[in-house]
C-alpha cells in the first residue's frame, strides 16, 4: 500500500477529505470538529455534522497544502499533522464487527494500516 497525498484547501468539502482517506483505509473513517472560537483557542468538541461543509467553516489555520498519509502512520501522528499543518481537529472512527463506528481514543496511538486490517477481519462480509 503506498502513501497518499491528499489536498487541503478552504473550498474543498468535508466528504471529499474523508472518501480520499476511505479509499485506502475503507474500514476506517476521519470525523472534523467544528472550529474553535478562538484563532489558539481549544478546539472545538462537536462534531460537524454536515459533511458537505467547506475546509474554511471547520478551521482556523488556513494553510494550503498536501497532507500526506502513509499505511504506517499512527493515529496520533495523523492528527497531529492536521492540526499542526492545516488548523484541523480530526477523530479516527473503526467499523466495528456490528456496523457501528468506535472513536479511536486520544490514547491509541495505533498504526493506522493495522487498525485497519483488524477492522477488515472483525467486520462480517455478509
Given at each position: 500500500m503506498n502513501a497518499m497525498k491528499i489536498e487541503i484547501n478552504n473550498h474543498r468539502k468535508i466528504f471529499a477529505i474523508q472518501k480520499e482517506f476511505s479509499g485506502l483505509f475503507p474500514c476506517l473513517k476521519i470525523e472534523f470538529h467544528e472550529k474553535s472560537n478562538k484563532q489558539s483557542g481549544p478546539p472545538s468538541h462537536k462534531l460537524?455534522?454536515?459533511?458537505?461543509?467547506?475546509?474554511?467553516?471547520?478551521?482556523?489555520?488556513?494553510?494550503?497544502?498536501?497532507?500526506?498519509?502513509?499505511?504506517?502512520?499512527s493515529t496520533?501522528?495523523?492528527?497531529?499533522?492536521?492540526?499542526?499543518?492545516?488548523?484541523?481537529t480530526i477523530e479516527?472512527?473503526?467499523?466495528?464487527?456490528?456496523?457501528?463506528?468506535?472513536?479511536?481514543d486520544a490514547t491509541e496511538n495505533i498504526i493506522l494500516d493495522e487498525l485497519?486490517?483488524?477492522?477488515a477481519y472483525?467486520?462480517?462480509?455478509i
Open positions: 460537524v455534522k454536515s459533511s458537505s461543509k467547506c475546509l474554511s467553516e471547520c478551521r482556523t489555520l488556513h494553510n494550503d497544502g498536501t497532507i500526506s498519509i502513509t499505511p504506517q502512520m496520533g501522528d495523523l492528527k497531529q499533522s492536521f492540526r499542526d499543518n492545516f488548523g484541523l479516527v472512527f473503526q467499523k466495528t464487527s456490528n456496523k457501528t463506528w468506535r472513536q479511536i485497519n486490517k483488524e477492522a472483525s467486520t462480517p462480509t
